[in-house]
């Protein structure tokens, strides 16, 4: 396809969505290659335990040696019972049996982090739930299941008293798990309760099968947790098994699970019967795309299964679309002489195929994980006309005129979709004037950005225009050059693998004055496509004494990301690290909130006029500065 024209008339620069909200060298900390995030975490081997009989036979742990029981991984390599199917089909659930699933998705993961035996990798612990399910299903009321539950503890093996106990230091803590439902004997009766506040108690000192911290980013890692990709479904026990991996992990591991907005408990039991009764794969699939949307983390979509995320459909139309004053407006359309005289750059899109537009965004919302209501609708322009490989109706406001077009669809290019920045083409350094320097961070390079600074002494302000996605990590590189004294800049959370759930402060990132240093007026450009990396280093930059961040909402979703695999071959990431300023003010989902606010407008895109830069300039020069326009 040839290459699109973005808003105000600026060709965009092509790259997959995916790279700037999955990738993972956010901070200043080791980089987290992509293609890491993209391939399957290695499984425990899969083989058949059929016994020639139809049925699978059941793998005690009594069945290994000792030396088998108690290495590692043996419990995973060991265990075949389930390899082929959970053996669980589930048509429908009552109350009962959802508040019984409920209590039990809550203990296999407390137990999960909290008790010995399975902190040190003894059981295959995804095939013990598939083991207890059947008697949680068949449990008449609440007391009978909590007995199923305190039976099955009983037969993970004693918890003895612990000789090194885990200690947690309070004075740094920023984040505490939510336990208190442990010792509420009305849930889970006196036995239960008292069961699972002796195994809290026992604490060990950081060690933990399932979950490690990656060394110096510290973003936890989740290991031993076998993706699955064999089974078929539909299958009740694996698609509960997602369900409840991903819960207890936002419930233990999610630095910003306190500013999720929702009633974690409450999502558990909605999702319970609308996973476990899913018809098929792409219903799963859908399930668990409206579950990881609870989160409001822009970083955690299902990414291994956006070809089912609504709109589907193997083509789109040859247009950028953004929306711009609360309006789908078309920013970019394919320069090929077949569609130059069809739709236009600032045309309004008010239906597709006779739905008008808000219905369309109200109909997907619940599929589209972003934090914030301006990551949201990027996303969703972004997808909003891929569909079948046919024609589609529009309805177009231009101007005055509302117009009816037929438009053709064309294959998506390269399978995926591309996102337009919105920052200036040419190279990542110039003069604007002789008295204003601008540099966009999708292009910049570490290693050049001193001669950069150089070529821009002397004048009264630099842009950095951060309305794309880094090329390169520039926070310290840039960043020392604009400060003449340590400045400290964010502040991060992260786990503790002695005590699952809570999260500490770690000390202050500081930038650290170098040569040569630029002493004009620091202007930082933001706006929906700023996220993850994009967002730190603004907020590097906005650090430096007197400067500025305009233009509007960015995506709202920080910290070093951290890759989760699920059932059928699937996989999301979460934000892993909490990214605060230094007074410890959040970003996730607020985002970088801009010192002035503006926003494109429809007259704007139509002019190819960029009024956040022209802003910008105004800051800079003055408010008689004349209007930018760079067609």
Same mark, same amino acid.
């Given at each position: 396809?040839?290459?699109?024209?973005?808003?105000?008339?600026?060709?965009?620069?092509?790259?997959?969505?995916?790279?700037?909200?999955?990738?993972?060298?956010?901070?200043?900390?080791?980089?987290?290659?992509?293609?890491?995030?993209?391939?399957?975490?290695?499984?425990?081997?899969?083989?058949?335990?059929?016994?020639?009989?139809?049925?699978?036979?059941?793998?005690?742990?009594?069945?290994?040696?000792?030396?088998?029981?108690?290495?590692?991984?043996?419990?995973?390599?060991?265990?075949?019972?389930?390899?082929?199917?959970?053996?669980?089909?589930?048509?429908?659930?009552?109350?009962?049996?959802?508040?019984?699933?409920?209590?039990?998705?809550?203990?296999?993961?407390?137990?999960?982090?909290?008790?010995?035996?399975?902190?040190?990798?003894?059981?295959?612990?995804?095939?013990?739930?598939?083991?207890?399910?059947?008697?949680?299903?068949?449990?008449?009321?609440?007391?009978?299941?909590?007995?199923?539950?305190?039976?099955?503890?009983?037969?993970?093996?004693?918890?003895?008293?612990?000789?090194?106990?885990?200690?947690?230091?309070?004075?740094?803590?920023?984040?505490?798990?939510?336990?208190?439902?442990?010792?509420?004997?009305?849930?889970?009766?006196?036995?239960?309760?008292?069961?699972?506040?002796?195994?809290?108690?026992?604490?060990?000192?950081?060690?933990?099968?399932?979950?490690?911290?990656?060394?110096?980013?510290?973003?936890?890692?989740?290991?031993?947790?076998?993706?699955?990709?064999?089974?078929?479904?539909?299958?009740?026990?694996?698609?509960?098994?997602?369900?409840?991996?991903?819960?207890?992990?936002?419930?233990?591991?999610?630095?910003?699970?306190?500013?999720?907005?929702?009633?974690?408990?409450?999502?558990?039991?909605?999702?319970?019967?609308?996973?476990?009764?899913?018809?098929?794969?792409?219903?799963?699939?859908?399930?668990?795309?409206?579950?990881?949307?609870?989160?409001?983390?822009?970083?955690?979509?299902?990414?291994?299964?956006?070809?089912?995320?609504?709109?589907?459909?193997?083509?789109?139309?040859?247009?950028?679309?953004?929306?711009?004053?609360?309006?789908?407006?078309?920013?970019?359309?394919?320069?090929?002489?077949?569609?130059?005289?069809?739709?236009?750059?600032?045309?309004?899109?008010?239906?597709?195929?006779?739905?008008?537009?808000?219905?369309?965004?109200?109909?997907?919302?619940?599929?589209?994980?972003?934090?914030?209501?301006?990551?949201?609708?990027?996303?969703?322009?972004?997808?909003?006309?891929?569909?079948?490989?046919?024609?589609?109706? @529009?309805? /177009?406001? +231009?101007?005055?005129?509302?117009? *009816? $077009?037929? =438009?053709?669809?064309?294959?998506? #290019? %390269?399978?995926?979709?591309?996102?337009?920045?919105?920052?200036?083409?040419?190279?990542?350094?110039?003069?604007?004037?002789?008295?204003?320097?601008?540099?966009?961070?999708?292009?910049?390079?570490?290693?050049?950005?001193?001669?950069?600074?150089?070529?821009?002494?002397?004048?009264?302000?630099?842009?950095?225009?951060?309305?794309?996605?880094?090329?390169?990590?520039?926070?310290?590189?840039?960043?020392? @050059?604009? /400060?003449? +004294?340590?400045?400290?800049?964010? *502040? $991060?959370? =992260?786990?503790?693998?002695?005590? #699952? %759930?809570?999260?500490?402060?770690?000390?202050?990132?500081?930038?650290?004055?170098?040569?040569?240093?630029?002493?004009?007026?620091?202007?930082?450009?933001?706006?929906?496509?700023?996220?993850?990396?994009?967002?730190?280093?603004?907020?590097?930059?906005?650090?430096?004494?007197?400067?500025?961040?305009?233009?509007?909402?960015?995506?709202?979703?920080?910290?070093?990301?951290?890759?989760?695999?699920?059932?059928?071959?699937?996989?999301?990431?979460?934000?892993?690290?909490?990214?605060?300023?230094?007074?410890?003010?959040?970003?996730?989902?607020?985002?970088?909130?801009?010192?002035?606010?503006?926003?494109?407008?429809?007259?704007?895109?139509?002019?190819?006029?960029?009024?956040?830069?022209?802003?910008?300039?105004?800051?800079?020069?003055?408010?008689?500065?004349?209007?930018?326009?760079?067609?």
């Amino acid at each position: 396809m040839a290459t699109k024209v973005a808003l105000h008339g600026v060709a965009s620069r092509s790259g997959s969505f995916f790279r700037c909200a999955v990738i993972a060298a956010m901070v200043a900390l080791p980089t987290v290659a992509m293609a890491q995030l993209l391939q399957p975490q290695q499984p425990s081997k899969v083989l058949s335990t059929d016994d020639g009989h139809g049925t699978l036979q059941v793998m005690h742990a009594g069945d290994a040696t000792a030396s088998e029981r108690n290495s590692p991984k043996a419990a995973l390599d060991a265990n075949h019972q389930f390899d082929k199917d959970s053996g669980i089909a589930i048509r429908k659930l009552d109350g009962t049996q959802i508040e019984n699933l409920v209590t039990l998705g809550k203990v296999w993961g407390f137990l999960k982090y909290y008790h010995p035996t399975i902190t040190s990798g003894q059981q295959q612990w995804d095939y013990e739930l598939f083991r207890v399910l059947p008697k949680i299903l068949a449990a008449d009321d609440r007391a009978s299941a909590n007995a199923v539950i305190a039976t099955w503890i009983d037969g993970l093996g004693p918890v003895a008293r612990c000789q090194a106990c885990a200690t947690v230091d309070k004075h740094d803590v920023q984040l505490s798990p939510d336990l208190d439902w442990i010792a509420d004997t009305r849930l889970l009766g006196e036995q239960l309760s008292r069961k699972l506040q002796w195994i809290r108690d026992q604490g060990q000192i950081g060690n933990q099968f399932y979950v490690a911290l990656r060394p110096k980013v510290l973003n936890p890692v989740f290991k031993h947790e076998p993706s699955y990709s064999d089974i078929p479904f539909p299958d009740s026990g694996f698609q509960l098994l997602a369900l409840f991996r991903y819960w207890n992990i936002i419930e233990y591991w999610h630095p910003d699970r306190d500013v999720i907005g929702e009633d974690w408990d409450k999502v558990l039991a909605t999702f319970i019967p609308r996973l476990a009764l899913a018809k098929d794969r792409n219903g799963y699939q859908l399930q668990l795309m409206a579950l990881i949307a609870k989160v409001n983390d822009t970083h955690a979509n299902l990414w291994s299964s956006l070809a089912v995320r609504p709109p589907v459909g193997q083509c789109h139309l040859p247009v950028s679309l953004r929306f711009v004053q609360h309006q789908v407006v078309v920013t970019g359309v394919d320069d090929t002489p077949s569609n130059a005289s069809t739709l236009k750059i600032g045309d309004v899109i008010a239906r597709l195929d006779g739905r008008p537009i808000p219905a369309l965004v109200k109909e997907w919302t619940p599929y589209y994980a972003d934090s914030n209501e301006a990551a949201r609708l990027r996303d969703m322009a972004m997808y909003m006309t891929r569909g079948p490989c046919s024609d589609v109706r @529009l309805t /177009v406001r +231009r101007g005055d005129q509302d117009l *009816q $077009f037929k =438009v053709s669809r064309v294959p998506l #290019p %390269g399978g995926h979709l591309a996102f337009a920045f919105h920052d200036l083409p040419g190279p990542a350094f110039r003069l604007l004037s002789p008295e204003v320097a601008y540099l966009k961070l999708s292009s910049a390079s570490a290693s050049q950005v001193a001669d950069d600074i150089e070529q821009a002494a002397g004048t009264k302000g630099l842009i950095i225009d951060a309305r794309n996605y880094p090329s390169e990590f520039m926070v310290f590189a840039l960043g020392s @050059l604009l /400060v003449d +004294r340590p400045t400290p800049f964010a *502040q $991060f959370t =992260v786990g503790d693998l002695s005590d #699952p %759930g809570t999260f500490h402060w770690t000390p202050p990132q500081i930038l650290k004055p170098k040569a040569p240093h630029y002493d004009g007026k620091v202007v930082i450009l933001v706006d929906e496509v700023t996220q993850s990396q994009a967002e730190y280093t603004t907020m590097a930059f906005r650090a430096v004494p007197g400067a500025l961040v305009v233009g509007s909402t960015t995506a709202g979703a920080d910290g070093n990301v951290s890759r989760i695999p699920l059932p059928g071959d699937l996989f999301t990431v979460i934000s892993g690290i909490g990214v605060f300023y230094p007074d410890r003010r959040p970003t996730q989902q607020v985002g970088i909130v801009p010192d002035v606010v503006v926003e494109s407008t429809i007259e704007a895109v139509r002019g190819g006029r960029d009024p956040v830069l022209e802003e910008a300039l105004h800051l800079i020069l003055g408010p008689t500065t004349p209007q930018f326009q760079h067609l």
